[in-house]
Structures are given as C-alpha cells and as structure tokens.
C-alpha cells in the first residue's frame, strides 16, 4: 500500500507511526513544511526503508520562507521527494499570495530538471500552480488533495500529472466528483495524516486501505487489485523520472 502524503513529524509519536507503516507494508512518504522541520525529522525515518522523507517549503508558511531557502537549496540533492510544495490562496494563505509565488518558483528552478516524485499544495491556486509547473516544465508532479475547478483537472492530466487521494475525500460529495473524474491511471493513495481523521483518531499510513477500499467501490475492482493499479502508477512516476535521469 501506498501513502504518498503524511506528515510525520506532527504526530505525537513519530517513530512509533514510522514503525506501524513499515510493519504493515505502507511505503510512506513523509512529507515536511520546511527544511528545517525535514531536517528535524530524519531520526523518524531511520531504520525504515519503505518510509522516505520529502522536502518542503508550505506555502501557508510563507513568511518563514526567506529564512529557509538557503537549506532547501542545500537539502534537495539529498532525497528523491520534494513536498509539501505549492500555493494557498485561500483566506488563510491570500495575504502572503506574492511571497507564496516567488517561493514557488524559487522550488521549481533549484530543481531544474531533477527527477524527483514532487506532491503539490494547490488550493485555491490551482490555475496558477498548473501554468507555473508548465513554464518550468515539470510534469509528473502530484496534486495532493486536490479541490479545485474540474477544468483545471482535466488540464492538469493533460499535462501529465497525477492525484493523491484521502479518506476525508472519499467521505464528501465534492470528493467523490472530484475522484470520478481522474483517470485511473494517474491515482494516487494518501492519509494527509495527522490532519486526516478516521473515527476519532488520526489517519496513519495503513488507513490508506480506505481509500482503497472506495475506489474498489467506485470501479467496480476488488480492493486488492486497486492497490496494485496504485503501486503500478506509482511505478510508473518513478520509472519516468529515472529515465529522466538519464
């Protein structure tokens, strides 16, 4: 199974959620609101070789972002994921919508052309996240709990990009319209956890299985085999990124 979007270093216990994802067989991808929280974090992820750790820069931290920039620039040779990325124009993100945007570019030209598994933060910035990931010319990149205008959808798979799904998306009806229209080969499996809750605890890396569980529904596929069509469009991501490399 896959979880391609968890923060890690907000449980309270991370090394005891690294140790549950890796004993149930979640390649998990860890990812982080700065470089210096990514930084923090490497102790969680040691010993744990399906848990693999992501550099970010959250746009909803834009105002740490200027402090951060020379480490994320010394950090992003180290590790093969990039995340969490991107811009928030909501409420809570319009006041720093510029400082978002340069930092934004600021990501996608220290990566250049590096191949590296990216997931995206795009609310309310979804136009804008597309036609920035198209002048760099990245493409492959993960839109992570994508909410945005089915148009802009529909470009993105265009483009080549793919979309990470969460319990809390399979739960509400822009979810499930959001889900019915990307295409099966560029879905993606995630918690989001700890922000992600299933009952009343935190989403951890194995809950991805309700994911699973609804898209089984959803196509008409046993749940098992929608877990393999997932590890084959993650395979997939990450054979054309080392192909890229080469």
Not at 4 to 11: A, E, G, P, Q
Not at 196 to 211: F, N, S, Y
Not at 230 to 235: E, G, I, Q
């Given at each position: 199974m896959l979880d391609?979007?968890?923060?890690?270093?907000?449980?309270s216990k991370p090394s005891a959620v690294a140790r549950r994802a890796e004993a149930a067989g979640a390649f998990t991808v860890c990812v982080s609101n700065l470089p210096s929280a990514y930084q923090h974090s490497r102790p969680y992820v040691a010993g744990h070789p399906k848990v693999r750790l992501a550099l970010g820069l959250h746009p909803l931290l834009a105002e740490q972002h200027l402090s951060e920039r020379t480490a994320f620039e010394a950090f992003a040779d180290q590790t093969s994921f990039i995340g969490e990325v991107g811009l928030d124009f909501s409420p809570e993100g319009k006041a720093t919508e510029d400082i978002q945007t340069e930092s934004f570019a600021f990501v996608l030209r220290v990566l250049g052309h590096k191949p590296k598994f990216v997931s995206i933060h795009s609310r309310r910035a979804e136009a804008?996240?597309?036609e920035m990931l198209r002048e760099a010319k990245r493409t492959s990149a993960v839109f992570h709990w994508y909410s945005g205008?089915?148009?802009v959808l529909r470009n993105a798979v265009?483009?080549?990009h793919y979309f990470s799904i969460?319990?809390?998306m399979s739960r509400t009806p822009s979810g499930h319209k959001i889900i019915a229209a990307i295409p099966k080969d560029?879905?993606?499996t995630e918690t989001d956890g700890p922000f992600?809750?299933?009952?009343?605890?935190?989403?951890?890396?194995?809950?991805?299985?309700?994911?699973?569980e609804y898209l089984g529904h959803l196509w008409q596929r046993p749940a098992l085999e929608v877990r393999q069509m997932?590890?084959?469009?993650?395979?997939r991501i990450m054979a054309t990124l080392q192909n890229h490399a080469n």
């Open positions: 391609c979007h968890c923060h890690l270093d907000l449980y804008r996240v597309l205008p089915l148009a265009a483009d080549g969460n319990p809390a560029r879905i993606l992600v809750t299933v009952g009343r605890r935190q989403a951890e890396p194995p809950d991805v299985i309700l994911v699973e997932v590890a084959d469009n993650f395979r």
